[in-house]
């Protein structure tokens, strides 16, 4: 069961992104690319090679299988309520987030490797914004860790619809904070608008100008892994886990279809901010999942 789950996960990270491609095509009056027009750009890409700077050294060559490897091992920890991921171990949640962590930090000295300033610039901007939106992660799985007595995410997610009678509203509120982590750590709007073309203004794109070919099929792999890791925590906190085994696991595909919408929507009818109020756009999630933490403090009698 469990690799039946991984799999469903993994087929709706790369369906994800051509959900967004068809949502923003439609309301702007766009035909626009099919739905599986990116991953025909991946398989493209992933039959071309690579091209490799002189300045470079192997750290550029092997950081985004790096990157691959880390989200593809970060998405087998994801459960469905109940329905463990291909790995669960206690504190798995802490290990979870320091493998995408890992993979951030190669991709970053990725493009520093290259020697390029407006690189060394898209790096200098990545680092910050992760730096910034790893606390609101972890105040909201500490919060629901400690509202459910466990620190395994088949644990926290299985028994937290059952620890209150708020869990609704916890559930949509973190569902709030981590969809705006997920657009933070994928790089979307607000933070970066990935249709640009100014590298000043860059934010991911600026740090993968020089990967070509095969890498940079991987870096796209990759980009469409962590909107899957995303849309499946946010199953985790919506889809009850008292329904059937074959409503569930379709009420998560559902779930990811319309995570993709809102993607869509959202970037459709938001602006990108100014790159000076990113941090401080960021910070502001941190502030909510504090209003989380002391909600949970309140429920669960500590306060």
Known sequence: MSILLYLLYTCCALLIPGVISITKAKLSGRKGPGLWQPIYDILRLLRKGSVYSTTTSYLFQYAPLVNFAAALLALAFVPLGDIPGLMHFQGDFVFFAYLLGLGKFLLILNAMDTGSGF?????????????????????????????????????????????????????????????????????????????????????????????????????????????????????????????????????????????????GLLESFRARNKMARNPQFILTLSAVSLLFFFTVMIIANRI
């Open 119 to 263: 690189e060394g610039m898209g790096a200098n901007r990545e680092a910050l914004y992760s730096m910034l939106v790893e606390p609101a992660f972890f105040i909201v799985m500490g919060s629901m860790a400690l509202l459910s007595g466990h620190n395994s995410f088949v644990d926290i997610f299985s028994q937290f619809q059952d620890t209150s009678q708020y869990a609704i509203l916890l559930g949509f509120l973190g569902a709030y904070i981590l969809g705006q982590i997920a657009m933070v750590e994928n790089s979307r709007l607000p933070v970066d608008d990935p249709r640009t073309h100014l590298e000043l203004t860059m934010v991911h794109e600026v740090m993968v100008l020089d990967n070509s070919g095969f890498d940079f099929g991987i870096i796209m792999i990759t980009n469409s892994l962590k909107f899957g890791i995303y849309a499946g925590l946010l199953a985790n906190l919506m889809v009850p886990i008292w329904l059937p085994l074959g409503f569930r696991l379709g009420f998560a595909l559902l779930i990811s279809v319309l995570f993709g919408v809102m993607v």
